[in-house]
């Protein structure tokens, strides 16, 4: 992609989410270095991205050019604060986890301000994620571009106001489990039906596509849209589905606020 290293501080499924994206991409950067106490994860990534470099020390990953903070939250303030040492003053960190604000990263940093957040979408494997971004202030318009050339491979990465990243966590984040379980059941149940794996995966694609399209764009009410079909084999199991969104997702979202 550039000159610019990269490194990761936590080896799990949202560094592996970049590292697919950018290989699907050809835009592998041309220095990874992945940083985890876990050395099955490690040999795991390293089989499948040999390029990249693999190791247990958090302070090799955190003294590259921009630092991806892609641990957990619960870890994450240990994480950061055992990478503070190692981050040259002229590295870019970016956190990819919810609930840590840059004021609060700052602090567990000693001071360190040139700081990004996003939370990924793990569509950016296949280079259609949208993963909003937060810069701070202490970040220039030319630190700017580096994250934004590092995110461009795996889709869209609108700036957007660091009290919105949390809403995009449940949102656009997560979003995707809220809809894969039935994707795949409705792929499976039509092979049984007689259509080939291709023509299943071409009509899943279309109709999921259009689906979105015609909820937001037809300028119908949501009402009107939804009464497009009259045959709704799933209409009875509406009420408890819409229950589980309504409660366990705000939920979620006041646990997640910092």
């Given at each position: 992609?550039?000159?610019?290293?990269?490194?990761?501080?936590?080896?799990?499924?949202?560094?592996?989410?970049?590292?697919?994206?950018?290989?699907?991409?050809?835009?592998?950067?041309?220095?990874?270095?992945?940083?985890?106490?876990?050395?099955?994860?490690?040999?795991?990534?390293?089989?499948?991205?040999?390029?990249?470099?693999?190791?247990?020390?958090?302070?090799?990953?955190?003294?590259?050019?921009?630092?991806?903070?892609?641990?957990?939250?619960?870890?994450?303030?240990?994480?950061?604060?055992?990478?503070?040492?190692?981050?040259?003053?002229?590295?870019?960190?970016?956190?990819?986890?919810?609930?840590?604000?840059?004021?609060?990263?700052?602090?567990?940093?000693?001071?360190?301000?040139?700081?990004?957040?996003?939370?990924?979408?793990?569509?950016?494997?296949?280079?259609?994620?949208?993963?909003?971004?937060?810069?701070?202030?202490?970040?220039?318009?030319?630190?700017?571009?580096?994250?934004?050339?590092?995110?461009?491979?795996?889709?869209e990465s609108p700036e957007v106001a660091e009290e919105?990243?949390e809403a995009y966590a449940v949102f656009t984040a997560?979003?995707?489990?809220?809809?894969?379980?039935?994707?795949?059941?409705?792929?499976?149940?039509?092979?049984?039906?007689?259509?080939?794996?291709?023509?299943?995966?071409?009509?899943?694609?279309?109709?999921?596509?259009?689906?979105?399209?015609?909820?937001?764009?037809?300028?119908?009410?949501?009402?009107?849209?939804?009464?497009?079909?009259?045959?709704?084999?799933?209409?009875?199991?509406?009420?408890?589905?819409?229950?589980?969104?309504?409660?366990?997702?705000?939920?979620?979202?006041?646990?997640?606020?910092?």
């Amino acid at each position: 992609m550039n000159a610019t290293t990269v490194g990761f501080i936590g080896g799990g499924r949202i560094a592996r989410i970049f590292l697919e994206g950018w290989a699907r991409a050809q835009k592998l950067p041309a220095r990874i270095v992945i940083a985890d106490p876990n050395a099955e994860t490690l040999a795991k990534l390293k089989t499948k991205f040999p390029a990249i470099e693999t190791s247990s020390d958090l302070a090799l990953a955190a003294a590259q050019d921009v630092v991806f903070l892609a641990t957990h939250p619960p870890v994450l303030a240990e994480a950061a604060g055992r990478a503070a040492t190692a981050l040259k003053p002229s590295a870019i960190l970016v956190s990819l986890a919810p609930k840590f604000t840059i004021a609060k990263l700052t602090a567990l940093l000693g001071g360190f301000e040139r700081i990004a957040r996003s939370n990924p979408n793990a569509p950016s494997v296949v280079g259609a994620g949208i993963n909003p971004i937060v810069f701070g202030s202490a970040l220039t318009a030319a630190d700017r571009a580096v994250v934004q050339a590092l995110f461009a491979p795996l889709g869209e990465s609108p700036e957007v106001a660091e009290e919105k990243i949390e809403a995009y966590a449940v949102f656009t984040a997560m979003g995707p489990t809220y809809l894969w379980f039935q994707l795949q059941a409705l792929r499976e149940l039509a092979v049984s039906f007689g259509l080939t794996a291709t023509e299943a995966d071409a009509g899943l694609k279309r109709m999921v596509s259009g689906a979105v399209n015609t909820l937001v764009d037809s300028d119908l009410a949501p009402a009107d849209v939804m009464d497009l079909v009259p045959v709704k084999p799933l209409a009875e199991m509406e009420p408890q589905v819409l229950e589980l969104y309504r409660t366990r997702l705000p939920a979620l979202f006041q646990k997640i606020k910092p």
